[in-house]
């Protein structure tokens, strides 16, 4: 048995989202249905959510600003991390 729903979602996200979903040869639709399974299978949301520490959001902050390292070669990366 199936049931039929109404859900409001962002419209440029929707559209976008049926663009990559159809790339995949999925309809909107039968992405809710994988979705709705996951959420069954794992007894909850099928990824982790939680609220970014300040550490993280430093970090997001830093990125979105284009403030973050850069490294010339892997291996200067690597060094880097290393220190």
Same mark, same amino acid.
């Given at each position: 048995m199936k049931t039929q729903t109404t859900?409001?979602?962002?419209?440029?996200?929707?559209? %976008? #989202? !049926?663009?990559i979903l159809a790339k995949l040869g999925l309809n909107y639709?039968? #992405?809710?249905?994988v979705f709705n399974n996951m959420i069954v299978m794992n /007894?909850? %949301? @099928?990824?982790?959510? !939680?609220? @970014?520490?300040e550490e993280t /959001?430093? #970090? %997001?902050? =830093?990125? =979105?600003? /284009? !403030?973050g390292k850069s490294f010339k070669t892997v291996n200067a990366l690597f060094d880097d991390l290393d220190n």
């Open positions: 859900i409001r979602v962002d419209e440029v996200n929707y559209n %976008l #989202a !049926k663009e639709s039968q #992405a809710i249905g /007894k909850g %949301l @099928p990824f982790e959510v !939680k609220i @970014p520490t /959001k430093e #970090a %997001l902050n =830093e990125l =979105e600003n /284009k !403030k």
